[in-house]
């Protein structure tokens, strides 16, 4: 019976040495198989916001190798880094939005095997795909750019207006970011804001519902040189009825009555710029910008008549306020 029981013995520890891989090779399937899904998880974040961060770039109107470098960068903030490997296409190279403003990014990584090495010695692949596709509202034609002001967008009193085409947007995280009060008239494609909207009068849109936290729109002139002041100053003549003005540096601002005339070109107002009551102005092909915190008022019953540049460095802008100016609040 001793003998036996020693050679018992002895086939209990021929199995467990036999069966001791696989206990430890399934335990350790299950650990790894959870560590290979927790990464695949990891993995489609990183491509998500890579995505995300190079459509981003592509609102803003950057080329292709900007849009590549800001996913790259994303990936990499994100801890994703080589032997890895991450493509980027716009647009994207497969699927239903090849031929739409949209960001793929692919990305790729091998993970190394512990436990199951004992089964296969190759490496696991893994591999996680996102889109960010973009869908273009109408262009602002009012935008505020403010990241914070309140009543950003105002709308009060007995104004009516009518934008045809075109949105208003606000950029302010608000809760008022746009307002409208009283008996205003506001008619536009859509109204879209970062943050809030309160419409005491409502608005007339195009669109299904307006729009509340949504992206924030780039400063469409962000490039736009200043315009540098000159010598010698010029002024206006307060005491003519009519007169002709000239572009140049108005260094004691600028206060229209009677009939006026703009001549094409850049006007910089380092003062304000007044525009009196029955006032007659009108003038074509004109950029006037308002120095420092200076700012404009034009007051009832004046008749102003006046247009931006339709080509050169400052096509398209009328009025340009200083970025350098606080509190200016102009009033039309």
Do not use: H
């Not at 075109?166 to 009283?182: L, P």
């Amino acid at each position: 019976m001793s003998r036996l029981r020693r050679a018992t013995n002895g086939n209990v520890a021929v199995i467990v040495a036999f069966t001791l891989p696989v206990v430890v090779g399934g335990a350790g399937l299950g650990v790894e198989t959870s560590f290979w899904y927790y990464s695949s998880l990891k993995l489609q974040a990183v491509a998500d916001a890579a995505a995300y961060a190079g459509a981003l770039e592509k609102v803003a109107g950057s080329d292709n190798p900007t849009i590549i470098a800001a996913a790259t960068q994303s990936a990499t903030s994100n801890n994703f880094a080589t032997p890895g490997t991450i493509q980027v296409n716009t647009p994207p190279l497969s699927g239903p939005n090849t031929a739409k403003k949209a960001v793929e990014v692919i990305v790729k990584q091998n993970l190394d095997r512990y436990f199951t090495a004992i089964f296969n010695q190759a490496p696991v692949a893994e591999q996680a795909r996102a889109v960010a596709l973009i869908n273009d509202a109408s262009k602002a034609c009012v935008l505020a750019l403010s990241q914070s002001a309140s009543q950003a967008a105002l709308f009060s009193g007995n104004t009516t207006v009518n934008l045809t085409g075109c949105s208003v947007m606000s950029d302010s995280i608000a809760s008022d970011a746009i307002k409208t009060q009283g008996s205003a008239v506001l008619k536009a494609d859509c109204l879209i804001t970062v943050g809030g909207m309160v419409l005491n009068n409502p608005a007339t849109t195009v669109c299904k519902s307006n729009i509340t936290r949504a992206l924030p729109a780039a400063d469409p002139f962000s490039g736009l040189a200043t315009p540098t002041a000159g010598n010698p100053c010029k002024n206006v003549n307060g005491n003519k009825t009519s007169q002709t003005l000239q572009p140049g540096t108005y260094c004691s601002g600028m206060s229209l009555s009677g009939n006026v005339t703009l001549q094409p070109g850049v006007y910089v107002v380092q003062g304000g710029m007044k525009v009196n009551a029955n006032a007659v102005v009108a003038g074509s092909g004109v950029t006037i910008f308002m120095a420092g915190s200076n700012t404009v008022s034009m007051n009832g019953n004046a008749k102003v008549t006046l247009s931006a540049p339709t080509s050169g460095a400052y096509s398209g802008v009328l009025f340009y306020g200083d970025r350098t100016g606080t509190a200016a609040q102009s009033t039309f």
